[in-house]
């Protein structure tokens, strides 16, 4: 088989505010809030395949909201919100197709992902951080994927490689109740935690998105 090569910009997305987001050469002058808020709150898990709308910006603010519960580290948290960003210029492709892909393509998924990834955590100020936070993420992302699977996907046609991780309650995020949320909220409130988060300081924004209580999510963080 013949390599390819590609020129520098010749492979590139055009994002929600019209930029031309290298994939290859991702620079942290290209990464834009509002193209994170709006494509994440507008790309669906699983494909699409859930019987409701739930939103990658509400599986990463969940996601956040469990390991900032759990540590009371802004940075960690911060980790988690943005541990799937990088499906804002990618799409989220699903695990067994990733790892089809890797049996064609060893390693070349993720160190793209990977590329976007710092020019992601670059822009919002994601401090380097050691195994123990990326395996608080990981715990995190395991757990929410089973409990967005049991709640709005079925009985698994067969096991599931995580079956054995803990079965989440609304309680664990500190609520008593967690809907789907349409794109718009999944959006204003990817926004306002990643505003929080960042900034240690509960916004006037933030102050006014008690949606589905996630400031009861995020207690302690900020004033």
Not at 60 to 85: E, F, G, I
Not at 189 to 205: C, E, M, P, Y
């Amino acid at each position: 088989m013949t390599a390819t090569f590609f020129a520098p910009g010749d492979l590139w997305v055009q994002t929600h505010t019209g930029v031309a987001f290298d994939l290859l050469r991702p620079s942290v002058n290209d990464v834009r809030a509002t193209d994170l808020c709006h494509t994440l709150a507008n790309l669906p898990r699983f494909g699409g395949a859930l019987e409701v709308h739930y939103s990658v910006a509400q599986h990463s603010v969940l996601c956040a909201a469990l390991v900032w519960r759990r540590t009371r580290d802004r940075n960690a948290a911060l980790v988690a919100l943005l541990h799937d960003a990088h499906e804002a210029y990618t799409g989220d492709i699903k695990g067994p197709v990733k790892a089809l892909i890797e049996t064609w393509a060893p390693g070349k998924l993720g160190e793209i992902e990977r590329g976007i990834d710092r020019a992601i955590h670059a822009w919002a100020g994601v401090v380097a951080h050691g195994p123990e936070v990326t395996a608080e993420v990981k715990r995190a992302d395991r757990e929410l994927l089973i409990w967005e699977r049991d709640r709005w996907l079925g009985p698994p046609a067969r096991p599931w490689f995580c079956e054995g991780v803990a079965r989440l309650t609304a309680a664990d995020f500190g609520v008593d109740h967690i809907g789907a949320w349409d794109a718009d909220d999944a959006g204003d409130l990817f926004a306002a935690a990643l505003d929080a988060i960042r900034t240690g300081k509960r916004s006037a924004r933030f102050a006014g998105l008690m949606f589905e209580g996630i400031g009861l999510m995020f207690e302690g963080l900020g004033a």
